[in-house]
C-alpha cells in the first residue's frame, strides 16, 4: 500500500495523520503481505508457505491439498486464509468470512463492506462491483433492503480488484441458510477462463 504525504505539511498535521497510516496499513496487512497472496507467492510449495506462515495452522491432519490458517481482522467475526495446491504447487488462494450468527444477515453486509474498504485502501476502487439478483425478472423492482433481498437467497454481491500479480473476486451470498462470504484469489494471468467461476465455500469450520 503507497501512501504519499507531503513533506511541507505542518508537523500537526503529521501528528494526526500517522496513526491513521499506520492503523490502515496494520489492518489491510490481515489480508495480504507484499505477496500474490497472502505471504506466499504463485507457484511455491506447501512446505515453502508453512515455513513461512506465523498464524494458527488448523489445516486437518493428512491434507495434502490446501492449508488453512487463522487470521484476525478488525470487524470480522472469524476468518480464515485457505492456500490451494495443485501439484504441490499454489494456483489459488481463499480468505473465508463467517459473522458469529449465520442468520445475522445484518452483521454479515457490515462484514462485507468492511473486507470492501480494507481492500479498496489497498488496491484503489473495484474493477468490478456487482448486485447479482437469482430472479432477472424482479431485479430491483420490489425495492426491498438489501438484507432483506440477501436473508431470502435472491442477491449475490460481488467486487473485483485486480494487481500484476492476482485477480481478487470477493461475493457474499446466502445458500440454505448459510452464508457464503469469501475472497478468492487467482492468478492474473489466468483471468480470461477462472475470474468467472463462481467462488464455491471449500469446507465449513
Known sequence: MNYWICSTKPLHQWLILKPLVFLSALLASALTYSADFGVANWGMTATEIKQLETRSNLTPFGEADYLIYS?????????????????NRLT???FIFKPQNRLDFARALRQY??????????YGPASMNQQLHRAPDNALQSNAPMVNELAADRLILKTQWQTDASVMIHQLA???????????????RSITTMATEPAQPLQSF
Open 174 to 188: 446466502w445458500n440454505n441458510n448459510e452464508p457464503h462470504h469469501q475472497i478468492h484469489y487467482i492468478p492474473a
Open 92 to 94: 489459488k488462494g481463499r
Open 71 to 87: 487470521v484476525n481482522i478488525n470487524g470480522i467475526d472469524t476468518a480464515r486464509i485457505v492456500y490451494q495446491f495443485s501439484d
Open 113 to 122: 463492506q468492511t473486507i470492501v474498504s480494507l481492500m479498496t485502501s489497498q
